[in-house]
T-cell receptor, first 115, second 115 residues
């Protein structure tokens, strides 16, 4: 079946603009995770959802970052007033349920460049 | 606090050589999971293996093998008879049972296999 999909694949935006990144998880997967991959910081956890609620938002770097999930499916990560340090690849993953005993399947990522 | 260290930033080998990628983890939790992911040049993270903290048996899958040693907090990955297609960045990750499944990644090891 279809894997995790993310859109757009690439996004170039000007500093100060808002951006929205979308993630479509594997059908039936109740847990959804956002990570960020940047040169200086490696792969960092941002937030995860179980259903539509976000039990752990501890990785969001600032209040400019927010995420929501609707219908237990699609998730949107929003970055307001983008800064150059937000440039990174944003990865989404989903798993059958929450918990580390379930393997996470990753999408191809959205490469965000803030100019 | 949890941490994963992959001390080898880059490794270069010639095809057919064996290569071992090191991973050392830190956690105070007694129930946890360890993962290896492969990130080929295409960018998508591919799940390779998951081990739980109660299972120290080594595992072999084709040319891949994993050595989990709790005494040294290590979960090393060996590729036997490496091939050019093994060239990728390999990430080791830690998931703690009571944290919803979020993964803490090492910095990654870039493996280059030359013909």
């Amino acid at each position: 079946g279809a894997g995790v999909s993310q859109s757009p694949s690439n996004k170039v935006t000007e500093k100060g603009k808002d951006v929205e990144l979308r993630c479509d998880p594997i059908s039936g997967h109740t847990a959804l995770y956002w990570y960020r991959q940047s040169l200086g910081q490696g792969l960092e956890f941002l937030i995860y959802f179980q259903g539509n609620s976000a039990p752990d938002k501890s990785g969001l770097p600032s209040d400019r970052f927010s995420a929501e999930r609707t219908g237990g499916s699609v998730s949107t990560l929003t970055i307001q007033r983008t800064q150059q340090e937000d440039s990174a690849v944003y990865l989404c993953a989903s798993s059958l349920d929450e918990g580390s005993r379930y393997e996470q399947y990753f999408g191809p990522g959205t490469r965000l460049t803030v100019t | 606090a949890q941490k994963v260290t992959q001390a080898q930033t880059e490794i270069s080998v010639v095809e057919k050589e064996d290569v071992t990628l090191d991973c050392v983890y830190e956690t105070r939790d007694t129930t946890y999971y360890l993962f290896w992911y492969k990130q080929p040049p295409s960018g998508e993270l591919v799940f390779l293996i998951r081990r739980n903290s109660f299972d120290e048996q080594n595992e072999i899958s084709g040319r891949y093998s994993w050595n989990f040693q709790k005494s040294t907090s290590s979960f090393n990955f060996t590729i036997t008879a490496s091939q050019v297609v093994d060239s990728a960045v390999y990430f080791c990750a830690l998931g703690v049972n009571n944290q919803g499944g979020k993964l803490i990644f090492g910095q990654g090891t870039e493996l280059s296999v030359k013909p």
